[in-house]
């Protein structure tokens, strides 16, 4: 229901699914990703707090279950067009804040982090990422 609302630019509605999200499970990342893409659709920089604390609580999930039973994050898309989101993502949508703010020195460190995560999956998604952010070489 959260992608809904966003989706459908009902960010209060949203954000209050997301505080009960949270009430429920506070160390799912998904619904600080989630209020990121809010807060970043609302061009506020607590964008980058929010996808923080998304960051941090994925890599906790990862540290705590290594029998691979971390927390999942998904896109806002629906049933087939739905996509995980990683570790490596969420370092790019950071990225992609730091540099709606001007910061680009940040966004280069955030790919620099998801380019050592990449590089165990696959050259073609590294060479895309260096291309696109070419910038930050």
Do not use: T
């Not at 997301?18 to 998904?30: G, N, Y």
């Not at 890599?59 to 705590?64: G, N």
């Not at 029998?67 to 049933?79: A, D, R, T, V």
Request: proline content about 1%; aromatic content about 14%.
């Amino acid at each position: 229901r959260i992608n809904f609302y966003i989706d459908n630019g009902n960010y209060d509605l949203a954000l209050e699914d997301i505080a009960f999200v949270r009430q429920l499970s506070s160390e799912d990342p998904d619904s600080y990703y989630k209020e990121a893409i809010i807060n970043r659709s609302l061009n506020k920089v607590k964008a980058i707090q929010d996808v923080s604390i998304a960051i941090e609580k994925y890599k906790l999930s990862l540290k705590k279950d290594s029998s691979g039973n971390e927390f999942y994050i998904y896109n806002l898309k629906e049933g087939y067009l739905q996509e995980r989101v990683y570790l490596e993502d969420l370092y790019i949508y950071r990225a992609e804040i730091y540099l709606d703010f001007k910061d680009s020195e940040s966004a280069c460190e955030d790919i620099q982090s998801a380019l050592s995560l990449i590089n165990n999956k696959g050259k073609g998604a590294k060479k895309l990422i260096e291309s696109e952010y070419s910038f930050c070489f």
